[in-house]
C-alpha cells in the first residue's frame, strides 16, 4: 500500500481535472500523432514515430503516478479556525539569528505555488511545524544532526 497524500481541495481537483484530460484529450491526441508518424513509412528510423512513442510513455507514466496519488489521497484544510498548522498550510518563518521571512507551503510537492517553496510534511521541518500556531518558536533537527529554530511570523492556507 502506497503512503498517503494529503492534498488541498484546490489541488486535488487540480490533478483530477489532469488525469481527466490526459485520459481523454491526451490520448487521442497521442493516438493521432503515432497514427501520422506511421504513415511516414519505415518505424525503425522515423524520428516522429518514436518522439510521439516516447511522449506517450511519458503520458502514460503521469496517469499512473497520478492515479496512484489521487487514490491515497486525503483532502485536507491547511489552517483550522484556531490557526494551528497543518498540511496544506502556508507558513512565513524567519530562522533564528536571520533578519529574512521566507514563505513555504506544507505538503505534497504536487501542492506548488508560484514563489512558495515546498515542505514536505514528514521532513524534519514538516513534522516539527505541525500542531504550533503564529508567533510560535519551533526547533527541530535537520538530517545531518543540526539543530535549527525558526520563529512562525505567519500563518495562512
Same mark, same amino acid.
Given at each position: 500500500?502506497?503512503?498517503?497524500?494529503?492534498?488541498?481541495?484546490?489541488?486535488?481537483?487540480?490533478? =483530477?481535472?489532469?488525469?481527466?484530460?490526459?485520459?481523454?484529450?491526451?490520448?487521442?491526441?497521442?493516438?493521432?500523432?503515432?497514427?501520422?508518424?506511421?504513415?511516414?513509412?519505415?518505424?525503425?528510423?522515423? @524520428?516522429?514515430?518514436?518522439?510521439?512513442?516516447?511522449?506517450?510513455?511519458?503520458?502514460?507514466?503521469?496517469?499512473?503516478?497520478?492515479?496512484?496519488?489521487?487514490?491515497?489521497? =486525503?483532502?485536507?484544510?491547511?489552517?483550522?479556525?484556531?490557526?494551528?498548522?497543518?498540511?496544506?498550510?502556508?507558513?512565513?518563518?524567519?530562522?533564528?539569528?536571520?533578519?529574512?521571512?521566507?514563505?513555504?507551503?506544507?505538503?505534497?510537492?504536487?501542492?506548488?505555488?508560484?514563489?512558495?517553496?515546498?515542505?514536505?510534511?514528514?521532513?524534519?521541518?514538516?513534522?516539527?511545524?505541525? @500542531?504550533?500556531? =503564529?508567533?510560535?518558536?519551533?526547533?527541530?533537527?535537520?538530517?545531518?544532526?543540526?539543530?535549527?529554530?525558526?520563529?512562525?511570523?505567519?500563518?495562512?492556507?
Amino acid at each position: 500500500m502506497a503512503a498517503e497524500t494529503r492534498l488541498s481541495p484546490e489541488t486535488y481537483e487540480r490533478l =483530477q481535472a489532469e488525469l481527466d484530460d490526459l485520459k481523454t484529450r491526451g490520448r487521442i491526441e497521442i493516438a493521432k500523432a503515432i497514427e501520422a508518424a506511421r504513415a511516414l513509412g519505415d518505424l525503425s528510423e522515423n @524520428g516522429d514515430y518514436h518522439a510521439a512513442k516516447d511522449t506517450q510513455g511519458k503520458m502514460e507514466a503521469r496517469i499512473r503516478q497520478l492515479q496512484a496519488t489521487l487514490e491515497d489521497a =486525503q483532502v485536507v484544510q491547511g489552517v483550522g479556525s484556531d490557526g494551528i498548522i497543518d498540511v496544506g498550510a502556508t507558513v512565513s518563518l524567519r530562522y533564528e539569528g536571520d533578519d529574512e521571512v521566507e514563505r513555504f507551503l506544507i505538503g505534497s510537492i504536487e501542492e506548488r505555488q508560484e514563489g512558495v517553496s515546498v515542505i514536505s510534511p514528514e521532513s524534519a521541518l514538516g513534522q516539527a511545524l505541525r @500542531g504550533h500556531k =503564529q508567533g510560535d518558536r519551533v526547533e527541530y533537527e535537520t538530517p545531518t544532526g543540526a539543530r535549527l529554530t525558526v520563529e512562525v511570523v505567519e500563518v495562512g492556507s
